[in-house]
């Protein structure tokens, strides 16, 4: 089980609403590559899965995050979470492990969290626990093939069928493993939207930690897609609550997002 010097249920802006005006987080941008292509995902931005669309965030090497976190880390910001979110998938950049590295050497005192989109969660898992990586969050849309077909453009070679089994090994193993695990949804209106109950359902059974169903921005493949309303986003909610906790105020951090989510 990763080792943080507090319970992340207690301290994690991102995995509890009342959490998010108290406690900060420094996301560090050292991940550009991605190995899927998301239909809602422009790529000359950060990744949509967790960050704020249309923000671009620099790319930053392992070498500079220290002076960075030293830099940000202040009253002020309250840091209790490190996280590397983008602007590509963490996991399928080199430089995420070379930073986790220097994350586990120099600031055991914080939580260290990743945003991925799941594919190589099972290959990886060991290297983010032997960095004591103890949040982890996966962005899931779907557990149909037919419909992942019409989410994912390409998912590294892997089948759609492939993709989705890789997605779940790996958040099985993670929750096996201690890690809180946070599931990601995005409400697609034509699309995903009638297996979004099934998702919360899903998370419920493999004992996931908090679910955060996010509005589709239109944008890339989806611009032609109607962004559904906040009132049906908060009927969702309501319903996938039945079976998982929810978060209601995410606010989609940018992928260099630095300081406490509700008041920046
Ligand atoms: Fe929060 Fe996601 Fe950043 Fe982790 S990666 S600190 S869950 S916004
Ligand atoms: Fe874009 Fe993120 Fe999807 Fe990759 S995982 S295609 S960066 S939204």
């Known amino acids: ?43 000359k931005y950060d990744c949509v899965n967790e960050s ?16 960075h976190i030293k830099r940000h880390n202040t009253p002020v910001n309250n840091i209790k979470v490190i996280g590397i979110a983008g602007p590509g998938e963490p996991l399928y950049n080199p430089e995420t492990f070379k930073t986790l590295k220097v994350l586990d050497e120099e600031f055991k005192q914080f939580i260290k969290c990743i945003s991925t989109n799941g594919l190589l ?19 899931l849309n779907t557990l149909n093939s037919n419909t992942a077909k019409m989410i ?3 998912t590294a070679g892997y089948s759609y069928e492939e993709f989705i089994q890789k997605q779940i090994n790996g958040i099985v193993n993670a929750v096996n493993e201690g890690v809180a695990v946070k599931i990601n949804t995005v409400a697609i209106s034509s699309v995903n939207l009638g297996e979004i109950e099934e998702i919360a359902q899903f998370a419920y059974e493999v004992k996931a930690t908090v679910m955060n169903v996010t509005s589709l ?5 989806f611009a032609g897609y109607k962004k559904i309303s906040s009132k049906e986003l ?13 978060l209601y105020g995410c606010s989609q951090c940018r992928a260099d ?7 920046i």
């Open 152 to 154: 994912y453009d390409y």
């Open 257 to 263: 997002a630095v300081g406490i989510p509700n008041k």
């Open 217 to 221: 921005i239109p944008q890339a493949k």
């Open 52 to 67: 704020r669309p249309g923000v671009t965030s620099k790319v930053m090497t392992h070498d500079q995050v220290v002076d």
């Open 1 to 43: 089980m990763p080792v943080t010097s507090f319970n992340i249920m207690d301290k994690h802006p991102c995995y509890d609403d009342n959490h998010r005006s108290c406690y900060g987080r420094i996301h560090l941008p050292v991940a550009p590559k991605c190995n899927i292509q998301c239909g809602y995902c422009d790529r």
């Open 121 to 139: 969660l099972e290959d990886k898992l060991e290297q983010l626990i032997k960095y004591n990586v103890s949040a982890i969050t996966v962005t």
């Open 234 to 246: 908060q009927y969702i909610r309501e319903v996938c609550s039945k079976y998982i906790k929810q």
